[in-house]
């Protein structure tokens, strides 16, 4: 009646809304904390529904890493670097990030590396050799790829 009452939400309804937000999608433990804090909950009833979460399988950091990694290799053709990177912020262990890496197969990574590579190289219209050279590089270190690959990608391309 007089301004905003603030809508308070109850502990099933949080634990079906979370529940509901894991289904959907892969989530960490970040994501749900996140969440979780949005819903201005105290902190025992944001234990309990993370518990919950976890017993029941709806919430598993190992899941949520490999699925992170196959993704964002596959889709955004992002490199290990990239990945642990993002990871990391999420608060991944590395136990997980290192599982996650067996997901991708080296061939595949390599294959794509080198697709990727290429075609950025083809389609950077610099006339400049230096600064395609450096347009290339910028690109392939801030998508995560190695170091090492990318320098060794970039002469060859321009040798």
Not at 17 to 27: G, S, T
Not at 36 to 49: G, H, Q, S, V
Not at 54 to 60: I, R, S
Not at 122 to 145: A, F, M, Q, V
Request: proline content about 3%; charged content about 35%.
């Amino acid at each position: 009646m007089y301004g905003n009452p603030i809508k308070s939400t109850t502990v099933t309804e949080a634990t079906r809304k979370m529940e509901h937000y894991c289904a959907y999608q892969e989530r960490c433990h970040k994501d749900v904390e996140d969440k979780l804090n949005t819903m201005k909950l105290i902190p025992e009833a944001k234990e309990k529904i993370i518990l919950h979460l976890l017993e029941h399988n709806f919430l598993n950091e190992e899941r949520f890493a490999k699925a992170f990694a196959r993704g964002k290799f596959n889709i955004k053709k992002w490199g290990k670097e990239r990945i642990t990177r993002e990871l990391k912020y999420r608060k991944i262990s590395p136990y997980n990030i290192k599982t996650a890496f067996k997901e991708i197969p080296d061939k595949d990574y390599l294959e794509t590396f080198h697709e990727l590579a290429e075609k950025k190289y083809h389609s950077i219209t610099e006339s400049d050799k230096n600064k395609k050279r450096r347009k290339l590089i910028n690109y392939l270190l801030y998508r995560g790829w190695e170091t090492h690959l990318v320098y060794e990608k970039v002469n060859e391309l321009l040798s």
